[in-house]
């Protein structure tokens, strides 16, 4: 732990996170400290994203004009974790890795940022966190027999097994068809289409039933899971069941609202309360990136957040200044 006042701490070092820090070190503010809890930067690009997975600036069709000084391109999740290491490697921001935020308390005319070991201290922060760091699991009980054959990634999966992949948004698809080279692969979603995949995506899932190597349940739901024999029993709406060496579930993420809540910050809908500068209802403490649920996974908005939010603390900085220096006059 240090005593020293940052200027900034950003909690959560993904592309937001990166591009409030960046921006930020650009427009000439200094002392900024960006916190990760994982061994690396943007940990969801590397947990949830395949190998190779395609990483599209426009993405879902977004067309987003980048407003600040990140040129970010379509490329791959390998590029893509290139580029940002080398935004870093360019700007002198200081990176914590393995340093989890538990909560943050504002003071009089600070914060104190709270992690293992004790508080770092802060006149403006940041909260850039994911919702994929906590990925949704389903609302019935996983038999604690099987929890190691029910998965939210593919990072335990063999060639040769009977899975099925649970949901129908782009990761859901990517999983399915990845895995569908050397496996028996199942994929079950709730709706009669993957209307909320991406074209590129939902023409691959197509092809990929047409041809047989993945097979669709559709239109049904599952209503819990029994171990059988050390494999997963999966129980259906329909009243039918069906035995998988592996479940894998693909549904989205949770917004940690106890941890924004913890440090003050209002939630509606499941929301963090924001006006139009990302500032939360705590002055001085903003919110960035995919928690808003406004980027919807967009690298690109959550870079232009990062580049607005920075703006905005430059001009508080400025007023400080300014204001501190008339006092001296006076």
Partial sequence: MDD????????????AGIATAVESYILGIRDIVLLEKDAAHNATIRKFYKDKKRVDKDWKGQKVELDGNIYFVDGTKESTLDFFDEVLQRHSVE???????????????????????????????????????????????????????VNFTLDECDKGEKIIVVGGGDSAIEYAVDLADANDVTICYRRERFTRANPTNQKAIAEAIESGKVRP?????????????GRVRVLFDNGTS?????????????????????????????????????????????????????????????????????????????????AAHLLEEG
Wanted: net charge negative; no cysteine.
């Fill in 242 to 322: 069906e035995t998988f060496d592996r479940a894998i579930y693909a549904i989205g993420g949770t917004t940690p609202t106890a941890f924004l809540q913890s440090s003050g910050i209002a939630v509606e809908d499941g929301k963090p309360v924001h006006d139009e500068n990302y500032m939360t209802n705590v002055d001085g403490l903003y919110v960035a990136g995919d928690i808003t649920q406004e980027s919807g996974g967009s690298i690109a908005l959550g870079l232009n957040h990062g580049y607005h939010i920075a703006r905005h603390i430059l001009g508080r900085l400025e007023g400080e200044r300014s």
């Fill in 95 to 149: 990176l914590r890795t393995h340093t989890e935020v538990q909560k943050i308390i504002k003071q009089d005319d600070h914060f104190e940022v709270f992690v293992p070991g004790g508080a770092l201290r802060s006149r403006f922060v940041v909260v850039t966190i994911g919702r994929m760091g906590k990925p949704n699991k389903p609302d019935y009980k996983i038999p604690p027999t099987i929890r190691k054959r």
């Fill in 4 to 15: 020293k006042l940052h200027n900034l701490i950003i909690v959560g070092a993904g592309p």
């Fill in 217 to 229: 349940y559709l239109e049904i739901n599952i209503t819990g899971l029994e171990d059988d024999g």
